[in-house]
T-cell receptor
């Protein structure tokens, strides 16, 4: 069974731009969670989607948004990029919710200049 | 104070040593996860436990719900165990995972 895939793997943007990251979960998994990892803050929860609905949201500004499609693939968008948004963005999938064992993708490393 | 605290932050061991990484949490949880992150970023889920003890190969994870404490043990450590080990708890009021800062383990041959 294919693992979780994320695209792109690396991205360089400038301040003020917007970015869209994509995550394809393991086949059959319906829950997709997104996380931001920075050296200073570590791993932080962004949001969780299940059956095309946002089920939980972390403490991030409204510039961070996401969605999930009917095939469970998910995208997250960050608008008006700031230098502090430079991070590794990870998505993880599970059958039903984020409290189960989660399977992580390789991440998208975003650098904002 | 962070809701999930790990210790130590950094750990260097010689190959073959027994290793313990600790995790304490202050919130009510339904499950605790141990994750492994290798250089390059990939994260692998090692254990999910809500009580007692689990073992997988040379790895053992224990949890004490009353004391809000979990430990990850590595027996007969090997250089390939070098990674960051992250404790995460789930089941809090927000329904999402809360992560510790991680323990960076380096095992020398």
């Amino acid at each position: 069974k294919a693992g979780v895939t994320q695209t792109p793997r690396y991205l360089i943007k400038t301040r003020g731009q917007q970015v869209t990251l994509s995550c394809s979960p393991i086949s059959g998994h319906r829950s997709v969670s997104w996380y931001q990892q920075t050296p200073g803050q570590g791993l932080q929860f962004l949001f969780e989607y299940f059956s095309e609905t946002q089920r939980n949201k972390g403490n991030f500004p409204g510039r961070f948004s996401g969605r999930q499609f009917s095939n469970s693939r998910s995208e997250m968008n960050v608008s008006t990029l700031e230098l502090g948004d430079s991070a590794l963005y990870l998505c993880a999938s599970s059958f039903l919710d984020s409290e189960e064992t989660q399977y992580f993708g390789p991440g998208t490393r975003l650098l904002v200049l | 104070k962070n809701e999930v605290e790990q210790s130590p932050q950094n750990l260097t061991a010689q190959e073959g040593e027994f290793i313990t990484i600790n995790c304490s949490y202050s919130v009510g949880i339904s499950a605790l996860h141990w994750l492994q992150q290798h250089p390059g970023g990939g994260i692998v889920s090692l254990f999910m436990l809500s009580s007692g003890k689990k073992k997988h190969g040379r790895l053992i994870a224990t949890i004490n719900i009353q004391e809000k404490h979990s430990s990850l043990h590595i027996t007969a450590s090997h250089p390939r165990d070098s990674a960051v080990y992250i404790c995460a708890v789930g089941g809090g009021s927000q329904g999402n995972l809360i992560f510790g800062k991680g323990t960076k383990l380096s095992v020398k041959p």
